[in-house]
């Protein structure tokens, strides 16, 4: 089974446009990403798919691996692009504004597909419980449920599910938005056409759902910083002096 992992990457961000090239410690958010990925040694490649010359170079510069892209919509339509004539079974897209993510949850995704012998699972991706208010509010922050088996049911940007009678038993669950994809799942992704939910809460792994894809969700205790607004990153840096 070939593993590779793709970091999407694109410059101007809607809330935070040009963060991947901010200043996290001495290198940019998305370099940190890049080294932080290839140094977990769990993939056969890694490379940054981007549709700016900026990030390329960046990438280059410092002896990392990119490829050039047409601008997309979705993550996963720009890595379905630069992954479709590479050999390879299991795609993980690693988002280039996680640069905490680390070994363990990544690992923990790719065993998923070497236990799923028939072969039903389309994607895997990452949850983590959420216990403070505000956060659970925060429409940046994608909520997810899901069966007694732990496949997704629903992703929303509003709190889910709702606590019509407060009860201490009710779990939040905040979607960490990386993934790993069948290569064949990911190619199909890229053929269907948006539907009304995917549109309406700017969630692309709905898209799956709404198609009757199956996404097994991991629970992990992994504590990272996803850099969407200007406030993460100094969020992020302050970590970054912590572990230092």
Same mark, same amino acid.
């Given at each position: ?14 809330? *935070? ?6 200043? #996290? !410690? ?15 040694? #769990?993939?056969?490649?890694? *490379?940054?798919?981007?549709?700016? /010359?900026?990030? #390329?170079?960046? &990438?280059?510069?410092? !002896? !990392?691996?990119?490829?050039?892209? /047409? ?14 004539? &590479? ?7 690693? /988002? ?39 956060? &659970? ?10 069966? /007694?088996? !732990? ?21 939040? *669950? ?6 790993? *994809?069948?290569?064949?799942? #990911? ?58």
């Amino acid at each position: 089974m070939k593993i590779i992992a793709v970091i999407p990457a694109r410059f101007e961000a809607t809330r *935070f446009p040009g963060k991947l090239m901010e200043i #996290l !410690g001495n290198k940019t958010v998305i370099s940190t990403t890049y080294e932080n990925v290839v140094a977990t040694k #769990l993939f056969d490649e890694v *490379f940054v798919a981007t549709d700016s /010359q900026i990030i #390329l170079k960046e &990438i280059e510069k410092n !002896g !990392g691996k990119a490829v050039f892209t /047409q601008k997309h919509e979705t993550g996963s339509d720009r890595i379905a692009e630069a992954v479709k004539n &590479i050999d390879c079974d299991i795609v993980v897209n690693v /988002q280039g504004d996680e640069p905490f993510l680390n070994k363990k949850p990544l690992k923990e995704l790719i065993s998923v597909f070497k236990s799923d012998k028939n072969n039903e699972i389309s994607l895997a991706s990452l949850k983590t419980k959420m216990f403070d208010v505000k956060e &659970i509010s925060d429409p940046n922050n994608v909520k997810v449920i899901t069966d /007694q088996d !732990g496949f997704a049911l629903y992703f929303s940007r509003s709190v889910i599910p709702y606590p019509r009678e407060m009860s201490k038993a009710t779990e939040y *669950f905040k979607h960490i938005g990386v993934y790993a *994809f069948r290569k064949d799942a #990911l190619l199909k992704f890229t053929e269907l056409k948006m539907r009304p939910l995917e549109i309406s809460e700017k969630i692309e792994c709905i898209r799956y759902l709404e198609y009757g894809m199956k996404i097994k969700m991991i629970e992990t205790d992994f504590v990272g910083i996803g850099i969407d607004v200007p406030e993460d990153l100094e969020k992020a840096r302050a970590l970054l002096i912590k572990k230092s």
